[in-house]
């Protein structure tokens, strides 16, 4: 009796139980010939698909530009919006395509942070302009490429800024020329970057004018005829122009020498919240 027992409850125990694995859902694959700018993905699972467009969004995504201010007139130039693959849709995409479908990306536009009504809504804080008094051919290249090296930059609140970080050393690789400066006696020389100081001093003018702290700033050895005694900021290897925006919002710079190059403005201004 007893073994008949074991025998019924064996044979429940075998019914419950599965013969064989349950069948795993089968992970979709890209039909066969299916193609993306011009690359083969048929027959490939999600995973490996989903690799070759991270590859592809390197090679095909595009930045944004922000929109900025022109360095000779002072204008604004607009931005340039960017544009990124969506890889989650293209996927989708590749997936549900047809066997031998070419699939087009699915790329979203996107703006930068400054577009031209950022710029448009700006606060001037300060300005200042010096007037071109001395404009030999390389001072004025100087002067021109040196002004484009802090125009359009941005500081953030509670940031320091550094003039000889944003303009780098006055080198001739960098199409600096040789012009008049001040040598540490006082007297006068021709060396690469002769003009810069009058950038630098102009941007310490307006930063006095926005009220902003300087944290760094040096006399030129001579009184310079740009500015009046007292007002200027000369830059070298080991001196620096630096200060800080003291203010709650980022500020952008603007400088600009006009067509004519007779006189140099250089702009503080903060955006907007």
Same mark, same amino acid.
């Given at each position: ?30 039909? /066969? ?55 989650? /849709? ?84 960098? %199409? ?9 006696? %006082? ?50 290897? /080991? ?33 907007? /919240?």
């Amino acid at each position: 009796m007893l073994w008949l027992l074991l025998a019924g409850s064996l044979a429940v125990n075998a019914g419950c139980g599965l013969n064989a694995p349950a069948p795993k859902p089968q992970a979709p694959l890209v039909a /066969d010939q299916v193609t993306i700018e011009g690359q083969q993905v048929g027959g490939m699972s999600a995973e490996a698909a989903g690799k070759v467009l991270t590859t592809l969004a390197k090679a095909k995504d595009v930045p944004a530009v922000n929109a900025g201010f022109d360095a000779v007139s002072g204008e604004i130039f607009p931005e340039r919006p960017g544009q990124r693959l969506n890889v989650a /849709d293209t996927l989708q995409a590749l997936l549900a395509a047809p066997a031998g479908s070419k699939v087009t990306p699915v790329y979203q536009p996107f703006l930068p942070d400054i577009t031209a009504a950022v710029l448009a809504n700006s606060q001037q804080l300060g300005t200042y302009t010096t007037p071109v008094l001395d404009k030999s051919a390389g001072r004025l290249v100087n002067l021109r490429l040196t002004g484009k090296l802090i125009n359009n930059q941005i500081i953030a609140a509670g940031e320091e800024f550094s003039f000889n970080a944003a303009t780098g050393e006055p080198t001739a690789e960098r %199409g600096f020329q040789p012009a008049t400066v001040f040598a540490d006696n %006082g007297r006068k020389e021709q060396s690469l970057g002769g003009g810069m100081c009058q950038v630098s001093s102009t941007l310490y003018n307006a930063v006095l004018a926005a009220k902003l702290k300087v944290t760094e700033r040096h006399p030129h050895s001579q009184l310079v005829n740009y500015v009046p005694p007292g007002k200027d900021a000369t830059t070298y290897t /080991d001196k620096d122009f630096r200060f800080v925006n003291t203010t709650r919002r980022p500020i952008i710079i603007r400088a600009f020498v006009g067509t004519e190059a007779s006189r140099l403005t250089v702009d503080v201004l903060a955006l907007p /919240d």
